[in-house]
């Protein structure tokens, strides 16, 4: 039995059943909003979320191609109290076990994908989101999916609700929702708070925010899934009173900033700008001996062979725990207190 801070148990697995299992907190989630009488968990694993489902949903239906998780499965609805899942063994698209399933209010999956792609592709799951669909549109057609949170919204080729989620600020899943448990096409979730964002206009863009490339006093790192969902925008319309103006360092990282301090439970970090300056290691570390800080998190892109050149002389003859964040954009440098 393994034990991993993500798991309100020690689930049992296999050697990678716990890697796959989804989180617990995202599992809870998920089951309360996909809450019904009737639901089919097609790729359960070891169970990581068939027990959530089982805890919100009068009867659950768990498959799995393999006979080892499925046994895994089975004990960890034993471990959690539940009686209520009825497990089945065998490839979800086979007409043996579609035969064996009744009309269901959801079907829900978790496909399974390669531990490691150099670009996620939404074909590379099994079993295969259109063939998911096909197979069991006789029994609902209410279906929710996960998917790689890498992929971006135009790379998801159906008309489904994309849910970008994050889990204490990291971005953890991707949930795919059809039929009637469609919402909206895009939201991002901020696990553990259960905080939503969606667009109320489905028309704002990325250059409806006002946008500057001279910042104000504070720096605003927006929630990854509310990047991740192209929903900055609408989290800018929410803070429309601040005069919150996007701060666009690169294609890559995407800030906001403002001359107040404004709080928005969707802004992962704030940090205040404590000075600027050119890039230049020497002069910004005489600055911050000035200032007495003594560590720098470098939050800019340096070629990775000069990452400890560049460390060491921007922290040389540096005291103490106070931390700088350094940005840069172009040739300036935004160095920044997190508050
Ligand atoms: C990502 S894991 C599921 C993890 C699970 N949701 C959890 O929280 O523990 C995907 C699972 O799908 C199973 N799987 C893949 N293809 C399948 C198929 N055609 N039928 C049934 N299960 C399948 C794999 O064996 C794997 O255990």
């Known amino acids: ?21 989804t989180p617990w907190p995202v599992a809870a989630y998920r089951a309360k909003r996909l809450k019904c009488s009737s639901l089919a968990d097609i790729s359960c694993g070891i169970g990581g979320q068939t027990v959530y489902f089982a805890r919100q949903c009068e009867i659950v239906y768990a498959i799995e191609i393999s006979p080892t998780k499925l046994e895994l499965a089975k004990k960890n609805c034993k471990l959690f109290g539940l009686d209520n899942v009825e497990f089945i063994c065998g490839d979800a698209l086979s007409q043996d076990v579609i035969d064996q399933i009744p009309e269901v209010d959801i079907v829900f999956s978790d496909p399974a994908r390669a531990a490691a792609e150099k670009e996620r592709d939404i074909d590379n799951l099994t079993p295969h989101i259109p063939n998911v669909l096909a197979a069991y549109c006789g029994k609902t057609s209410n279906f929710a999916f996960e998917a790689p949170p890498q992929l971006p919204p135009e790379r998801i080729p159906f008309d489904c609700e994309l849910e970008y989620l994050s889990l204490n600020g990291e971005l953890n899943r991707l949930d795919l929702y059809f039929g009637k448990l ?50 900055l925008p609408e989290l800018v319309a929410e803070m429309h009173n601040q005069n919150v103006e996007l701060f666009k360092i690169d294609d890559k990282r995407l800030m906001l ?72 954009k172009g040739i300036t440098s935004y160095i920044c207190e997190k508050i």
């Open 1 to 21: 039995m393994t034990r991993k801070k993500n798991f309100e148990k020690q689930l049992y697995s296999d050697e990678d059943g716990l890697r796959f299992a």
């Open 182 to 231: 469609k919402t909206c096409s895009r939201s991002a979730m901020a696990l553990p708070g259960a905080v939503k964002l969606y667009p109320k206009s489905e028309s704002l863009k990325e250059t409806d925010m006002n946008s500057t490339s001279k910042p104000g006093k504070y720096l605003y790192e927006p929630d990854p899934a509310v990047i991740k969902a192209e929903l």
């Open 257 to 328: 900033t403002s001359n107040n301090a404004v709080e928005h439970p969707m802004i992962k970090n704030t940090y205040r700008i404590v000075f600027n300056a050119e890039f230049i290691p020497e002069n910004i570390n005489k600055e911050l001996k000035k200032r007495g800080y003594g560590k720098v998190l470098l939050r800019t892109e340096v070629d990775p062979a000069k990452y400890w050149d560049i460390r060491n002389r921007l922290e040389r003859n540096l005291k103490g725990d106070r931390k700088v964040n350094l940005f840069s």
